[in-house]
């Protein structure tokens, strides 16, 4: 059995249909911050982990979340506090040292970077600001061995 987790961020108020289809076929779903209307989250079905953004300080989700997985660690936050236009991975990566994984957003720019350990990755804008002309996310595929795939969706604009 593979567990198949749907990311995304920077929806600013909207997302796109297809991005919430796709996430409701998910086990479950993290959202990276910058979610500006909470409602805007009501269209998911599946459990639902997300952290405040840099325009989210009136929404009661936590900062920071650290996700137990098989497999590894999985660290989430928005990203803005490691730089402000774009955040530092080796910021994130000091940060979270034990991580297999970190999840940001703030860019609006889809990244799986695998370079080094832990990875960092950001799922890019689930909605229609600054988005470069297509919505995105990622659903994290773990399997039976405990292995981690990143798979990129892009929807365009609508």
Known sequence: MTLKIGILSDSHGWIHPD???LMNTCDQIIHAGDIIEEQTLSVFTQPLTAVRGNNDAHLKFSDIEILELLGGTLAVEHGHE?????PSHK???QTYPNAKAI???HTHKQVIDTESSPWVINP??????R???????LVLNIDNSQNWEFTPHIFESI
């Not at 490691?82 to 774009?86: D, F, I, R, S």
């Not at 890019?124 to 600001?129: D, F, I, L, P, Q």
């Not at 988005?131 to 996310?137: A, D, E, I, M, P």
């Open 103 to 105: 999840i940001y957003g």
């Open 124 to 129: 890019g804008a689930s909605g229609t600001v």
């Open 82 to 86: 490691h730089g402000w236009k774009t």
């Open 131 to 137: 988005n470069g002309g297509s919505s995105k996310c």
């Open 91 to 93: 910021s994130l990566r």
């Open 19 to 21: 991005i919430i289809s």
